[in-house]
């Protein structure tokens, strides 16, 4: 068992997690894993203009963990509307199913709680995701019944390739 460690990123780190966040979602390569949206979305997964911003605005981080020096995953947290969010949540294809996301949930929920000093914790979560949404469930967050629509047309967040893509909110008490 190797021990991850974590740690702000910085505006240095921008390739980086780009490279990590893209491969754990999009492309060939997300296919290694089991969080690929290769079927739903094709281009970006992650902008470096808004990346940028949530790592230099107030109540906001991206937490890197890195295994024996290398960058296994990242997280988004931050304080927003008087809770918790939580995005960005990418772990390296080849060690998705292996422990690593749930350190990392534990991790960015302790932060949300310990540092932000909220109570509960959301995320919004693409609607057809079951199996990324029953992994949620699995961790304690419950479908909240509440849909925000997707981005269409809006490069930043990837070219849909189908016409029904929306996302539902997902909540967790923290307390």
């Not at 470096?48 to 109540?59: G, I, K, M, N, S």
């Not at 509307?81 to 292996?98: H, K, N, T």
Request: include cysteine.
């Amino acid at each position: 068992m190797h021990t991850l460690t974590f740690r702000d990123a910085t505006v240095a780190d921008i390739d980086a997690i780009t490279a990590l966040v893209t491969s754990a979602y999009r492309g060939e390569a997300s296919r290694v894993g089991w969080t690929t949206e290769a079927d739903l979305l094709d281009g970006n997964r992650i902008d470096r203009e808004v990346l940028a911003h949530d790592l230099t605005r107030p109540d906001s981080r991206v937490l890197l963990a890195h295994r024996d020096g290398a960058l296994v995953a990242c997280v988004h947290v931050a304080r927003e509307d008087g809770a918790g969010y939580f995005g960005m949540f990418s772990v390296r294809p080849e060690l998705q199913g292996a422990g690593i996301g749930k350190d990392v949930m534990i991790e960015a929920e302790r932060v949300a709680r310990e540092e932000f000093g909220v109570d509960r914790m959301r995320m919004t979560v693409i609607d057809v995701r079951e199996s990324l949404i029953a992994f949620y469930e699995r961790r304690g967050y419950v479908r909240t019944g509440t849909f925000k629509p997707f981005p269409y047309g809006d490069a930043r967040f990837g070219t849909p390739l189908r016409d029904d893509l929306r996302f539902e909110v997902l909540e967790k008490s923290l307390a």
